[in-house]
């Protein structure tokens, strides 16, 4: 008996290394999709115009009193990146972007609150259960069965007899996977898995790029809320002005109804941007995992866009951090796999079977000597006849076309991750220049509007000048929240982009 054993065990280890052998199937290769050594170089008519952006960015206006220069606040815009040679971008991190601790926070709730990443990980659950199962398939089965009971039975001429079993096993099961259909499976089971982990990474990068540019759109409406208020606030006064004017016989009651007009354009804007303000944080609410309801505020708009880093290109192996590239990277490892599934399937399929225990018509002597049964099989199944589905050459072609189609769907894949940063770099540069241009446009209406006021009141020009510049202005402060709130998402879509990652994000 312990020869047996011996012999078995040595003939397990040999059929194990057997089945380690080889596996019928393409192995994968990484498609060849070319990436470029440097990135879309600027335009010329933008480098003719790189001085004149600059001088928009540092130069001060000397006709002006001291302080006044500028729109809002200071300029701190970094230019140096944006004319560097190297790839700034080697380090781009979110906290780069965002430094508004308000705004951090709200990401880091989203992360742990929102209900679709919530979905995203209990589907990260089942796919890795499908895979410890599909492992497990590799393993023989081992089943311990036990019977204990009374049977009565006729043997020929003894006529009948009864008599108490007790029998009690050990059943083994294995499938040898010779051809590799078991290892290819769990390695298809396993790029799934690995694919739903970068959905969830997809996922979340896409929330942090939805949250920050909700809250960027919040601050935008906020300020914009007050810059209608100031206006209004600004021709109320003009208008209580031009009354006072008209009492005094100074002006003709036409000045006066422009005036009363004048007033109730930023008035509608206000209660516009009001509803703006409440739909952006209910809308941020939801993302973060909350009920509607007001949002916290960190920095303002204009401080945030001023903080902003440009730089002059990302290095293109940063692409394959992005999770869609590397998900559908994943999703054509596994179809590739499955070709070896499928060509396996229709190959001979080899069991082996043993059963050992002990059988015994008394329990006293159960387990004891010569009561030791066993049986032992090696068995061979070929598939012939499949009730007339199709043959192995067809569910090999349809695994094969699978793969093609998965190849080219990574593919283009990496050629719109290509496109992307492309489009971003080019409006982050663009957006940061045409947000310099309206800030000096902002700052000279500004200006303009005071010497209009100013000359109204002295009598020596019109109301006409005076609306013109109360109108040129209004509409340039709201542009350059437009512009302020462009760069900022400009810059969001950079970062989203090269699949920057978020610190303390589930790994």
């Known amino acids: 008996m312990r020869r047996v054993a011996v012999l078995a065990a040595g003939a397990l280890i040999a059929l194990t290394a057997l089945t380690g052998a080889c596996a019928v199937g393409p192995g994968y290769h990484r498609s060849g999709v070319g990436m470029p050594d440097g990135w879309r170089p600027r335009a010329a008519s933008e480098d003719s115009l790189r001085a004149f952006y600059d001088s928009l960015r540092t130069s001060r206006d000397t006709l002006l009193p001291a302080g006044t220069d500028t729109a809002r606040v200071p300029f701190r815009y970094d230019t140096t990146s944006s004319r560097s040679g190297g790839d700034s971008g080697a380090t781009l991190r979110w906290l780069d972007l965002i430094q508004d601790s308000v705004l951090r926070q709200l990401v880091d709730t989203s992360l742990r609150q929102n209900r679709d990443v919530r979905t995203a990980l209990a589907v990260i659950d089942e796919f890795r259960a499908q895979y410890r199962a599909t492992r497990g398939a590799l393993l023989p089965d081992l089943t311990a069965n036990g019977q204990a009971g009374r049977s009565r039975a006729v043997f020929g001429s003894f006529g009948a007899q009864t008599f108490d079993v007790y029998k009690a096993t050990a059943d083994l099961s294995w499938e040898l996977d010779l051809w590799g259909r078991l290892r290819r499976g769990t390695s298809a089971a396993r790029s799934d898995l690995l694919a739903r982990e970068e959905d969830r990474r997809a996922l979340q990068l896409s929330l942090i790029g939805d949250v920050t540019t909700a809250y960027f759109d919040l601050r935008a409406a906020d300020l914009n809320l007050a810059i209608a208020r100031r206006t209004l606030d600004s021709r109320r006064q003009t208008l209580a002005l031009a009354r006072r004017r008209l009492d005094q016989g100074l002006i003709s009651e036409l000045d006066v109804r422009q005036f009363e007009a004048e007033v109730a354009s930023p008035a509608a804007s206000v209660a516009d941007f009001e509803r703006q303000v409440a739909q952006q944080e209910n809308a941020l609410s939801v993302l973060v995992g909350r009920n509607p309801g007001a949002i916290a505020r960190g920095r303002s708009l204009t401080e945030m866009a001023a903080l902003i880093p440009v730089p002059a290109g990302v290095p293109s192996g940063l692409l394959a951090n992005r999770p869609d590239v590397r998900g559908a990277e994943a999703t054509l490892r596994a179809a590739t796999a499955r070709i070896g599934v499928a060509q396996a399937a229709f190959l001979p399929t ?35 006849f499949n009730q ?45 220049d045409r947000t310099a241009a309206q800030e000096r446009q902002v700052i000279a209406l500004r200006r303009a509007l005071e010497l209009a006021d100013l000359r109204y009141q002295n009598g020596v020009s019109s109301y006409l000048d005076v609306l013109d510049a109360q109108r040129g202005l209004f509409g340039a402060e709201l542009a350059l929240t437009q512009a302020e709130r462009d760069q900022l998402v400009a810059g969001v879509q950079l970062y989203q982009a090269v699949g920057a990652g978020w610190p303390g994000a589930v790994d």
Do not use: C, H, M
Request: no cysteine; aromatic share 10%; net charge positive.
């Open 350 to 384: 080899f069991t082996i079977t043993g059963q050992y225990g002990s059988q015994s018509t008394e329990f006293s002597k159960w387990f004891g000597s010569g009561t030791n049964i066993w049986q032992a099989f090696a068995g061979v199944s070929i598939p012939l």
């Open 388 to 432: 007339g589905r199709p043959g192995a050459g067809e569910q090999v072609n349809i695994a094969r076309a699978r793969a093609a189609q998965e190849r080219s769907r990574y593919e283009q894949t990496v050629l719109v991750a290509l496109r992307e940063v492309e489009d971003a770099l080019v409006g982050l540069r663009t957006a940061q």
